[in-house]
């Protein structure tokens, strides 16, 4: 497998085409305009399976010839699709068995895609058998670059309730646990009084009364993602018997909560992966950022592709708002700065007909005399000039630590407080190190993290013993590590660790924690003696090994630690147990309260609430010193400045002095600025070429209000 298309120029660019839904004459229209917006791949037949196969092993492929080979004449590619996402209404009448069912028991009406249990043999069958045919008469097809099976898989049956699942629950439980004595131990049922007697008695975590075992919900978890996965292997599998084009599905690594996309990495040959910008989010270019270096991160750092997003409005958010001039223009690049060789979107041509008939095209309802079919072509011709990128890696020196299984374990039910959201740590932090011009990587905390610099642990309730080890041996061998509160508390089966949290984080932080301390809505508590203020939690730290940072001065931790440190090995362990945010308004530089650690440690803590047996080491080179002559105020001492003083105190290199609303990223030897911001941007030592524009820069580049440039060093610079 070469694992990457084979196309014929270097960025990839085009979309969802759906030529079923528009009358034969449109086709030729169609192929001349992808032609003049510079479209080069296509993704074709995605939710076409009720034509090619109109009633059970009848099938008619007569349609799909006649594009496929109109899109070949006009020298464009194909990324063919299995159209299993959406089987057909004569399959749901024939096989009822097949029906999705909720976690009340309800059916699942049609009338829709995705309304299929993903355990069902049936459906099994029928989606290979179709893969089958298409593989069998286009692999050797020389429009075909890859392969698209099913789409979007878990975007609304990402867990079915019916009977067939649960008992593949029951074979999946078999295998994953041997016998129900180790499945009674794993699941803590002696609580309550649940015990199983055999593995006939589990039923799926349908609806139920409070207190459902979270152990269950978890493996009910797992189990969904391995039924979703064996679909895609067995498409994957039977289309590999006719061909060596790249196979992959297109993942929602932004919003599909339900599926473990470190699971999927590794079952396609290129990561794909699909974004809609949250339209009414202000600063949503920070969230498109997060997911894209998400992407790039699930793909083990190689290229990846942008499957979809949206021109302007999308059709399905409560306000579906368009996106401003150039907005489109820098979502795309963004995207490809973080990695992506492909811009596609959803899709070519608006729809007419059916849920979608308001989202945004490449082609839209008002046709080439439109702001918006210019910005197609005008962006399509941009990307011409980036075919040198193809390729190329984005190197970090950062990595935030992301586990889905956590994500699903810490918003279960009954929880210490309403306001423990894994995105919103995580998006916290991600905000404040993008703020700082910190490209950074996404790593599981079991990883190799030799590589980074720094890690960070926003929310890691769920982790297991070896995990933190994995961490602790990453401190003691130079890493700087900062975690977030409510991490490590819990193992993979949801229990509590032995002893007192943090759990298997105790050694790497140096400290436990007597007791949580959520806050009430909205409430906030005192941190330091300069205004600072936490958000959503507070808990009363021991040290063991740590010292203390600063303190909280009121609520109920008051004298007690609320930022930490522990210097182990040749590296350091911090510690946050509170909300801090970041503060996008603030100057940028250290401030004075993070400046002078060494020579005060514990500062802003009562002498009873050090530890006794660490003095302090003024001796240590300015752990977390600016640069000379950078100035700050105990009112920037939130989580930004935490960060800018590790990352300082890590060696992590970045520019220094750039408005926050300038994005800047590196990809291979390729610098890009995106400007977000309203008023246009000087950035000290550029030079090169504008891949873009062909401008020279030398010593500097002005970036317009909105604008985008990319450039390429000149020589080996």
């Given at each position: 497998?070469?694992?990457?298309?084979?196309?014929?120029?270097?960025?990839?660019?085009?979309?969802?085409?759906?030529?079923?839904?528009?009358?034969?004459?449109?086709?030729?229209?169609?192929?001349?305009?992808?032609?003049?917006?510079?479209?080069?791949?296509?993704?074709?037949?995605?939710?076409?399976?009720?034509?090619?196969?109109?009633?059970?092993?009848?099938?008619?492929?007569?349609?799909?010839?006649?594009?496929?080979?109109?899109?070949?004449?006009?020298?464009?590619?194909?990324?063919?699709?299995?159209?299993?996402?959406?089987?057909?209404?004569?399959?749901?009448?024939?096989?009822?068995?097949?029906?999705?069912?909720?976690?009340?028991?309800?059916?699942?009406?049609?009338?829709?895609?995705?309304?299929?249990?993903?355990?069902?043999?049936?459906?099994?069958?029928?989606?290979?058998?179709?893969?089958?045919?298409?593989?069998?008469?286009?692999?050797?097809?020389?429009?075909?670059?890859?392969?698209?099976?099913?789409?979007?898989?878990?975007?609304?049956?990402?867990?079915?309730?019916?009977?067939?699942?649960?008992?593949?629950?029951?074979?999946?439980?078999?295998?994953?646990?041997?016998?129900?004595?180790?499945?009674?131990?794993?699941?803590?049922?002696?609580?309550?009084?649940?015990?199983?007697?055999?593995?006939?008695?589990?039923?799926?975590?349908?609806?139920?009364?409070?207190?459902?075992?979270?152990?269950?919900?978890?493996?009910?978890?797992?189990?969904?993602?391995?039924?979703?996965?064996?679909?895609?292997?067995?498409?994957?599998?039977?289309?590999?018997?006719?061909?060596?084009?790249?196979?992959?599905?297109?993942?929602?690594?932004?919003?599909?909560?339900?599926?473990?996309?470190?699971?999927?990495?590794?079952?396609?040959?290129?990561?794909?992966?699909?974004?809609?910008?949250?339209?009414?989010?202000?600063?949503?270019?920070?969230?498109?950022?997060?997911?894209?270096?998400?992407?790039?991160?699930?793909?083990?750092?190689?290229?990846?592709?942008?499957?979809?997003?949206?021109?302007?409005?999308?059709?399905?958010?409560?306000?579906?708002?368009?996106?401003?001039?150039?907005?489109?223009?820098?979502?795309?690049?963004?995207?490809?700065?973080?990695?992506?060789?492909?811009?596609?979107?959803?899709?070519?041509?608006?729809?007419?007909?059916?849920?979608?008939?308001?989202?945004?095209?490449?082609?839209?309802?008002?046709?080439?005399?439109?702001?918006?079919?210019?910005?197609?072509?005008?962006?399509?011709?941009?990307?011409?000039?980036?075919?040198?990128?193809?390729?190329?890696?984005?190197?970090?020196?950062?990595?935030?630590?992301?586990?889905?299984?956590?994500?699903?374990?810490?918003?279960?039910?009954?929880?210490?407080s309403v306001d423990l959201r894994f995105r919103e740590r995580m998006e916290a932090y991600y905000e404040a190190l993008w703020r700082e011009h910190v490209t950074v990587d996404f790593a599981r905390p079991g990883d190799d993290l030799s590589a980074y610099r720094m890690v960070v642990v926003p929310s890691s309730y769920l982790l297991t013993e070896a995990a933190g080890k994995n961490l602790r041996r990453y401190v003691e061998a130079g890493g700087h590590l900062v975690v977030s509160y409510f991490s490590g508390i819990v193992d993979e089966n949801d229990a509590v660790h032995p002893g007192a949290p943090p759990g298997a984080l105790r050694d790497v932080l140096g400290l436990t924690v007597e007791e949580f301390h959520p806050l009430p809505e909205n409430g906030t508590v005192p941190v330091g003696d300069d205004g600072l203020t936490g958000r959503i939690w507070s808990e009363r730290v021991r040290l063991a090994g740590a010292r203390a940072v600063h303190a909280?001065?009121?609520?109920?931790?008051?004298?007690?630690?609320?930022?930490?440190?522990?210097?182990?090995?040749?590296?350091?362990?911090?510690?946050?147990?509170?909300?801090?945010?970041?503060?996008?308004?603030?100057?940028?530089?250290?401030?004075?309260?993070?400046?002078?650690?060494?020579?005060?440690?514990?500062?802003?803590?009562?002498?009873?609430?050090?530890?006794?047996?660490?003095?302090?080491?003024?001796?240590?080179?300015?752990?977390?010193?600016?640069?000379?002559?950078?100035?700050?105020?105990?009112?920037?001492?939130?989580?930004?400045?935490?960060?800018?003083?590790?990352?300082?105190?890590?060696?992590?290199?970045?520019?220094?002095?750039?408005?926050?609303?300038?994005?800047?990223?590196?990809?291979?030897?390729?610098?890009?600025?995106?400007?977000?911001?309203?008023?246009?941007?000087?950035?000290?030592?550029?030079?090169?070429?504008?891949?873009?524009?062909?401008?020279?820069?030398?010593?500097?580049?002005?970036?317009?209000?909105?604008?985008?440039?990319?450039?390429?060093?000149?020589?080996?610079?």
């Amino acid at each position: 497998m070469s694992g990457y298309p084979a196309l014929p120029e270097g960025i990839a660019y085009g979309g969802d085409y759906n030529p079923e839904q528009w009358p034969e004459e449109v086709w030729r229209e169609d192929v001349r305009l992808m032609r003049e917006a510079g479209v080069n791949l296509v993704s074709l037949g995605v939710f076409n399976w009720s034509m090619l196969e109109p009633a059970e092993g009848v099938y008619d492929f007569d349609r799909l010839d006649r594009i496929v080979e109109l899109l070949h004449s006009w020298g464009i590619m194909i990324n063919l699709a299995t159209p299993t996402s959406s089987p057909p209404t004569w399959f749901r009448t024939a096989h009822p068995g097949a029906r999705l069912v909720d976690r009340e028991g309800h059916v699942i009406a049609g009338g829709t895609r995705h309304s299929f249990c993903p355990s069902s043999p049936e459906y099994a069958t029928a989606s290979q058998r179709l893969a089958e045919r298409l593989a069998e008469r286009y692999a050797g097809h020389p429009a075909i670059a890859m392969w698209h099976v099913h789409n979007e898989y878990g975007w609304a049956n990402a867990r079915c309730y019916c009977e067939t699942s649960a008992e593949a629950f029951r074979d999946w439980l078999r295998e994953r646990h041997g016998d129900v004595a180790a499945l009674n131990a794993a699941w803590g049922t002696t609580f309550w009084g649940l015990t199983y007697g055999s593995f006939e008695e589990v039923e799926p975590p349908r609806l139920a009364l409070p207190g459902q075992l979270t152990a269950l919900q978890l493996d009910y978890a797992r189990f969904s993602v391995e039924a979703h996965i064996a679909n895609f292997r067995r498409e994957r599998d039977t289309i590999r018997r006719f061909g060596d084009q790249p196979v992959t599905t297109n993942f929602m690594i932004a919003n599909c909560v339900a599926m473990d996309y470190w699971r999927w990495a590794d079952e396609v040959d290129v990561v794909s992966n699909d974004h809609y910008l949250e339209a009414v989010r202000a600063e949503n270019h920070i969230e498109l950022a997060m997911a894209a270096d998400l992407t790039r991160s699930v793909a083990g750092g190689r290229p990846w592709m942008l499957m979809e997003h949206s021109t302007g409005a999308v059709n399905w958010q409560p306000r579906n708002l368009a996106k401003r001039p150039g907005e489109m223009r820098r979502n795309s690049l963004a995207h490809v700065a973080r990695g992506s060789d492909s811009v596609l979107f959803f899709q070519w041509r608006a729809s007419r007909h059916g849920a979608e008939k308001f989202h945004s095209a490449m082609l839209p309802h008002a046709g080439t005399d439109s702001d918006l079919w210019r910005d197609v072509v005008a962006l399509g011709a941009g990307l011409r000039g980036l075919a040198g990128l193809r390729g190329s890696r984005v190197e970090a020196e950062v990595a935030l630590v992301w586990d889905w299984e956590s994500f699903w374990a810490l918003e279960l039910e009954w929880r210490p407080s309403v306001d423990l959201r894994f995105r919103e740590r995580m998006e916290a932090y991600y905000e404040a190190l993008w703020r700082e011009h910190v490209t950074v990587d996404f790593a599981r905390p079991g990883d190799d993290l030799s590589a980074y610099r720094m890690v960070v642990v926003p929310s890691s309730y769920l982790l297991t013993e070896a995990a933190g080890k994995n961490l602790r041996r990453y401190v003691e061998a130079g890493g700087h590590l900062v975690v977030s509160y409510f991490s490590g508390i819990v193992d993979e089966n949801d229990a509590v660790h032995p002893g007192a949290p943090p759990g298997a984080l105790r050694d790497v932080l140096g400290l436990t924690v007597e007791e949580f301390h959520p806050l009430p809505e909205n409430g906030t508590v005192p941190v330091g003696d300069d205004g600072l203020t936490g958000r959503i939690w507070s808990e009363r730290v021991r040290l063991a090994g740590a010292r203390a940072v600063h303190a909280f001065t009121g609520g109920p931790d008051a004298g007690h630690p609320a930022v930490t440190r522990h210097e182990l090995g040749a590296g350091t362990a911090w510690y946050v147990a509170t909300a801090l945010d970041p503060s996008p308004d603030r100057a940028p530089g250290v401030p004075e309260g993070f400046r002078d650690l060494d020579r005060a440690p514990g500062a802003g803590v009562p002498e009873g609430r050090r530890d006794p047996g660490d003095p302090g080491d003024p001796g240590d080179p300015g752990d977390l010193g600016g640069p000379a002559g950078d100035t700050g105020t105990g009112a920037e001492r939130d989580l930004r400045a935490l960060l800018r003083a590790v990352l300082d105190l890590a060696g992590v290199s970045r520019p220094r002095g750039l408005p926050d609303t300038l994005e800047l990223v590196r990809r291979g030897r390729h610098l890009f600025l995106i400007n977000h911001g309203e008023e246009p941007v000087t950035v000290p030592e550029v030079s090169g070429t504008g891949m873009l524009d062909g401008a020279a820069y030398t010593g500097s580049a002005t970036v317009p209000a909105g604008g985008v440039t990319v450039v390429e060093p000149a020589g080996d610079a």
